[in-house]
């Protein structure tokens, strides 16, 4: 596991997922944009580390293995959600939502649990998702030879 890796993958698509949904709704008079694009690249981020996992190791990570990358995973999520929130309201505005109540107000901590709560989860199910589908393809691709 690289959690440099999951942290470039998941900037890069919350970055990317804000400017677009941004682009979006200046050229096209939309109100895009929802709580879904902060998961979404968490989602994305252990999709990716679950292929490297499977690549590398030739296994599904279960149980515990799994639950341990989930755990990490959300602190590292948080952390850059965190970073967002201060220094990216114009790069990624839809992670500034946290920054509207006043830190370590029970407001504030309470978004931050359900960030941990909803990113805990997709880590989870992510990491085993892209881990599975990796192992199923490189299958496909041994049978094909």
Do not use: C, H
């Amino acid at each position: 596991m690289s959690w440099l890796r999951y942290a470039l993958v998941f900037l890069a698509v919350a970055i990317g997922v804000a400017q677009l949904v941004l682009w979006l709704n200046a050229e096209q008079g939309t109100t895009l944009g929802s709580a879904a694009q902060l998961m979404v690249p968490a989602m994305i981020a252990a999709l990716v580390e679950g292929q490297q996992v499977a690549k590398q190791q030739r296994l599904v990570p279960r149980g515990a293995q799994a639950w341990q990358f989930a755990i990490v995973a959300t602190g590292v999520a948080l952390t850059l959600n965190l970073a967002l929130v201060y220094s990216g309201p114009a790069v990624a505005p839809e992670f500034a939502k946290l920054a509207i109540a006043p830190v370590l107000s029970k407001q504030f901590l309470i978004l931050l649990g359900l960030y941990a709560l909803g990113y805990l989860i997709a880590n989870r199910f992510f990491y085993s998702l892209g881990a599975g589908n990796q192992l199923s393809l490189m299958k496909n691709r041994d049978e094909a030879e």
